[in-house]
């Protein structure tokens, strides 16, 4: 995980990268992405080529098939919603201790709401 209190760029993109990189996975890394203009630079593209790392683009205009629009959607249910936090570090904290649930005390609720099932519109018949 990479987190700041600043912007998201495309250096920021860069070490969340190497992050994964580091970690030593042994396997292919396609890392998802959608279509903000600090993930598509030259940058990020020559970092990931540098660290062998398949940058996928989800298509313009569709959140329902990024997965962490649905992530953050369920934090800020969980851990936002009506709640105040006088200071920036205990409401990053909620959010963090939110995020390292996800796998056990929140896995059943996510597991429905991450599913990739979606509905095709391939063979719609025209009226």
């Given at each position: 995980m990479v987190t700041n209190d600043s912007?998201?760029?495309?250096?920021?993109?860069?070490?969340l990268l190497?992050?994964?990189?580091?970690?030593?996975?042994?396997?292919?890394?396609?890392?998802?992405?959608?279509n903000a203009r600090y993930q598509k630079c030259k940058?990020?593209?020559?970092?990931?080529?540098?660290?062998?790392?398949?940058?996928?683009?989800l298509p313009s205009y569709s959140p329902n098939l990024n997965l962490i629009e649905r992530v953050w959607k369920f934090v800020?249910?969980?851990?936002?919603?009506?709640?105040?936090?006088?200071?920036?570090?205990?409401?990053k904290k909620a959010i963090s201790d939110c995020l390292a649930q996800t796998h056990t005390t929140y896995k059943k609720e996510l597991d429905s709401l991450l599913t990739l099932k979606f509905q095709s519109f391939k063979d719609v018949k025209k009226v």
């Open positions: 912007y998201i760029n495309s250096y920021t993109i860069c070490e190497w992050k994964i990189r580091q970690m030593n996975l042994n396997l292919p890394i396609t890392f998802v992405l959608d940058l990020v593209f020559g970092c990931a080529e540098a660290l062998d790392i398949h940058l996928l683009y800020k249910k969980k851990c936002l919603y009506s709640k105040y936090y006088s200071q920036f570090d205990t409401f």
